[in-house]
């Protein structure tokens, strides 16, 4: 009786030896396909999910579900959600789903998915903006500094270099404001070469910064000699618009000045009043004719008063009228 007890205890420790080491395989092998890894693209670029599917598999985004898949028989066949239309395919080489033409809000999780035993394979996706090349300003030669800047973009730094040391650094999460960095050629230091790196992490853009002084801090010879082109091209315009409004000033005071003088000019008249008494005629005094002021007054006897418009070539004439 003992030993049929015994035996039984034998086979019970056995079997749940067993049962824990089938426990153990069982619940370490979805560790390893549950492993997302992470992917980059870049926006209007293609990307490529490296892994297989040998005969038939799904490719799964988020929670759209499938949004393409193979089957038996069809290698290169894929139905496809509409809004990735045109923009995946299978590789018949590497047989790796692709994804084209890569936008912004493409960003996800993505499951690749083997149906002939190859299990499932998550991809953290993350598309990104080739970042823009950094602009130099402010290039200030009294101070010897100037400014680094940069659109700002996901996951975007700007880096200030002299030689392959890094002088600064910024990024900022808030991406409606640019990134910039101050920089400062120091004398002691100025044989070196100063460069702005803005960089995302896929793709870089480096631009040298210019030496905006001398060693001893002054203005470059050729900073100095382009300030003083523009100092001179100023002047000059400067004299030629003092000179011309000199020489206008001249010509129209000669103009004033001359206007009597022109003979061309009609002569200024003043128009007179006046109350004249015909001379009465003597009798051994020949009777004037054609002055058409005389004439006028003898067929008029009784006027006293006349108006006339008196005028240099005619004050001759007077004589022969009385206004007293």
């Known amino acids: 009786m003992n030993h049929l007890f015994g035996w039984r205890w034998l086979a019970s420790l056995t079997f749940m030896l067993l049962y824990f080491d089938i426990d153990v395989l069982c619940a370490s092998q979805p560790t390893v396909q549950s492993e997302t890894r992470q992917v980059k693209g870049v926006v209007g670029q293609s990307l490529s999910f490296p892994e297989r599917v040998n005969k038939s598999g799904n490719l799964l985004h988020g ?124 004398g002691k230091n100025y044989n070196s070469t100063y460069s702005c790196v803005a960089a995302n992490p896929i793709s870089n853009e480096t631009v040298p910064v210019p030496k905006c002084c001398s060693k001893d801090g002054h203005p470059n010879d050729a900073d100095s000699d382009e300030r003083g082109r523009g100092i001179l091209i100023i002047a000059v315009i ?40 015909p001379k009465k005629q003597a009798d051994n005094q020949e009777e004037r004719t054609g002055v058409p002021e005389l004439d006028s007054l003898r067929d008029k006897p009784k006027l006293t008063s006349v108006y006339d418009t008196l005028q240099s070539h005619r004050m001759a004439a007077s004589g022969d009228v009385d206004t007293a």
């Open 63 to 186: 929670d759209l579900g499938s949004i393409a898949n193979v089957y038996p028989g069809k290698e290169g066949k894929i139905t496809l959600e509409k809004r990735f239309e045109n923009r995946i395919h299978l590789n018949s080489v590497t047989r790796y789903f692709t994804l084209s033409d890569l936008k912004i809000d493409d960003a996800g999780v993505y499951t690749v998915e083997d149906t002939d035993g190859g299990g499932k394979n998550k991809f953290e996706l993350t598309v990104y903006n080739v970042v823009s090349k950094p602009q130099v300003t402010g290039c200030d030669s009294s101070s010897c500094r100037a400014v680094c800047s940069v659109d700002n973009e996901k996951e975007v730094t700007l880096t200030s270099y002299r030689g392959e040391e890094i002088l600064n650094q910024t990024s900022s999460p808030d991406l409606t404001t640019d990134l910039s960095l101050y920089l400062e050629v120091e």
């Open 238 to 277: 400067c004299v030629s618009v003092a000179l011309g409004m000199v020489g206008l000033a001249i010509y129209l005071k000669k103009r004033r000045n001359g206007q009597p003088k022109d003979s061309s000019q009609k002569v200024q008249v003043d128009i007179v009043y006046a109350t004249i008494t």
